[in-house]
């Protein structure tokens, strides 16, 4: 997993995110951790998503990638997940099927499907979660929360030949994680960029069907019961076969209150204008703030994509992955994609 | 409070829905309640929120008109709330501004302000609950939920000179409620409209600033946890004063998977068309249902309004009062609007 060179114009079939939260080369060097370890991760988190979408679905694509990211330790997801202020890590995600099938005539189940968990503390994959809610009963619910969602994934889900596997809190805590609650002085946890910008994101196509998914660690040192913009709708995540597929990563209010994830495909629908010139404009549109507002990724139908980022950020980890399997990567604002040989 | 005729083509400062849970009269009858009691509940709504406006902003206007439905049992928000299959009121509600005085430069908190809480029991008017998270800290927090929520409003904002009122939960109970959920077969709670779109919200417009609100009895024998669209801004709210404020009302997760509110500010932004338009598209986008997907009720920065609800949707309790004070009201789909006079 090593040799590297510039990258071409390509098209995609799935585009993956792991936060805008990068830490700055020094941060990575304290904390003992390497670009070419969040690199590695990224590009095995699309080798999977690749895997699974040579068979499966767009869905396929976008749960087995996440999922390679929430068990990674160097995410802000699933395990390695920051913790709130009372030491537990809880978990949001969402899943969003862009199908346009909806006829309008009383088949309400068929049409852009969704499903998201806020405030999970013992489901593992997150993601696989929000799959489940969104695919059992057609999205009779869309978004559940706590207690609830945890009873709805691990016991309704599970009963029904899901497989949403449960932990105990403390699978999800790291050394480094425990560290900045135990001793916030020493690890700086206020200007963690993790802290605020920790998500991790994949949108698919195959077949012209466009999914999305974000998942994150959620609430990091924040009022108890905050909610933030990953398992929202229309906030954080989106998907419109007709337009693109969105997952966001950032400051999650700044995109609650410019409904940014949905933003991006009106702006393509209703402008008529391409997937990387609507991506930037919503991005751009949010009111920018010290460390940046964030950044988001969108895929259309075609396989063009975006991943623009709020001026003042100086990042988003982020990758690539053509119809062959060939994996590209970056990770700061500026840099050039990065082409990973895998073995 | 009697006379009635029909309207003009008129132009409001605040628009308001009781929700698209309209019952037919039958079942109005049935539970010893009237038309005229219902056209009352909204002429007061309409006029507190008219008088709040005379010195106040459009988010006084808002929260004055949302706080007389929530204390009127009449309606599913506040007092009347439906209760949870485990006895309970869980409240959601929403505020927006749509100030679009955010210039880009950092000043992050002056675009687009929001604020809302999820399932909350104690909070006797949740739509101010909702009002004090969005103006606290410029909307650090937009969405908070269950008890963080309660605690942030009935102790961080009351700390700071806001009067959130705490009530006990049996507060919000009524007969008719009780009776649902401890007889559900002879109330047949299952086809009660008011289950599944009992919702009220208010859009205020006043110098140009747009403001919208809504609030909602919540869960209704809904799996727990279960987050609908009220809360979730850009789904059942939004605002955003180039365009419109929007407040929906119906099957929350449709109005989630199709992020109503917002698609209506952006059809009128990306498509340059006006606000009835606007509102229409929206609406009809979403997979209508039996019963009905719901409606929204929009108005823009000029005072134009519309009030459309889905084909098979029988009607949404719904009024406006212009600048003079003039209050019309009407229930069902086909209801011609029935000016109040108001002694």
């Known amino acids: 997993m090593l040799t590297t060179t510039l990258h071409a114009e390509d098209k995609a079939i799935l585009i993956i995110h792991g936060g805008a939260g990068v830490r700055s080369p020094e941060a990575l060097k304290k904390a003992g951790e390497t670009r070419e370890q969040i690199e590695e991760g990224l590009a095995k988190s699309l080798l999977a998503g690749w895997k699974a979408m040579q068979k499966g679905t767009s869905a396929d694509g976008v749960e087995a990638a996440i999922r390679v990211m929430e068990d990674s330790p160097l995410f802000n997801a699933g395990k390695g997940a920051v913790l709130t202020s009372d030491g537990r890590a809880e978990l949001d995600a969402a899943m969003m099927d862009g199908s346009a099938e909806g006829t309008g005539d009383g088949k309400v189940n068929a049409k852009r499907r969704g499903g998201a968990i806020t405030g999970v503390a013992h ?29 709805f994934v691990l016991n309704e889900a599970n009963r029904r030949k899901y497989a949403i596997e449960r932990v105990e809190n403390h699978y999800f805590w790291t050394d480094r994680r425990l560290k900045q609650i135990r001793q916030p002085e020493a690890e700086d946890v206020r200007h963690d960029p993790e802290f605020v910008a920790g998500t991790v994101g994949a949108v698919a196509v195959k077949d012209g069907r466009i999914v999305a998914g974000t998942s994150t660690g959620g609430l990091a040192n924040k009022w108890p019961g905050r909610v933030g913009d990953t398992p929202l709708l229309g906030s954080g995540t989106w998907a419109d076969d007709r337009a693109c597929g969105v997952s966001g ?54 396989g063009n994509f975006a991943f623009p980022v709020s001026e003042r950020c100086p990042g988003m980890s982020r990758g690539y992955v053509t119809e062959k399997g060939e994996v590209y990567v970056a990770i700061y604002a500026k840099d050039e994609w990065k082409k990973i040989e895998v073995k």
């Not at 593992?124 to 489940?132: C, D, L, T």
């Open 123 to 151: 489901v593992k994959n997150p993601i696989s979660a929000a799959r489940a809610v969104m695919e059992m009963e057609g999205s009779r619910h869309v978004l559940l929360a706590g207690q609830g969602a945890e009873d």
């Open 249 to 302: 990563t950032g400051t999650g209010e700044l995109f609650i209150r410019s409904a940014v994830a949905h933003d991006v495909a009106a702006r393509m629908l209703y402008k008529k204008i391409d997937v990387k010139q609507a991506a930037k404009e919503a991005v751009d549109e949010m009111p920018d703030q010290k460390g940046g507002a964030g950044g988001v990724i969108a895929l259309d139908a075609a």
